[in-house]
């Protein structure tokens, strides 16, 4: 039996398993084959820069090197933030309880998604009572980590058809462009005089 997550709120628990809900079972996906004019399926390959040696997948890794081109084990590096100070390794959402905070429709706007989560339950009753909380278009909020990680993912917990999902991603940070320039002062020109002084010489 997969291993169940824990949300808190207002000091009650509950408990369920996600399911990942895949655009492939959801919308299908279309297969490329190709073959040769023998009906035998082709391997992708790559050509290297020489115009003759030909990598077959599953022939190249990836490696880490020091500035003198030595392979580096990774269990011999760490995690900084940009300050240069080590990272804190944030645990799995699995080992502990969620809390979850009121979040709005705001929120599920100005996340970039990229993984959805279908919840399920064992117990009927405590899928009725978070139902019960999301209602009327409630938002829950949280940080998850499927696994321990150095930085957590934004989650938000909705409800849709009777049915509750998990949305993980990115909280984006909109910029918005202010008008600060000042407003021009214009000085208004002397009205002058619609009389005119009469000048007797030239009479």
């Known amino acids: 039996m997969a291993k169940n997550l824990t949300f808190v709120i207002d000091e009650q628990k509950f408990a369920a398993g996600i399911t990942k809900v895949d655009r492939d079972k959801v919308y299908g996906f279309v297969e490329e084959v190709v073959s040769d004019k023998s009906g035998n399926i082709c391997e992708t390959g790559n050509l290297l820069d020489d115009g003759q040696t030909l990598i077959l997948s599953g022939a190249t890794a990836l490696k880490t090197v020091d500035l003198n081109n030595q392979e580096v084990d ?19 959402s699995y080992d502990g309880e969620i809390e979850l905070t009121k979040g709005n429709l ?30 009327g278009g409630n938002v829950f909020q949280f940080v998850f980590n499927y696994r321990a990680d150095y930085e957590g ?36 020109a002397p009205v002058e005089s619609a009389e005119e002084e009469v000048d007797f010489g030239m009479l």
């Open 74 to 92: 990774k269990k011999t590096l760490k995690t900084v933030y940009l300050d240069g100070k080590d990272a804190t390794l944030i645990p799995s």
């Open 106 to 135: 705001n929120d599920l706007f100005n996340l970039e998604v990229t993984t959805v989560y279908q919840l399920t339950w064992e117990d009927a009753t405590s899928k009725t009572a978070m139902l019960k909380l999301l209602e």
């Open 153 to 188: 993912a934004d989650a938000l917990l909705l409800s849709s058809q009777s049915e509750i999902f998990l949305l993980t991603g990115r909280m984006l940070e909109f910029e918005y462009l202010e008008n600060k320039s000042a407003i021009p002062q214009v000085d208004e």
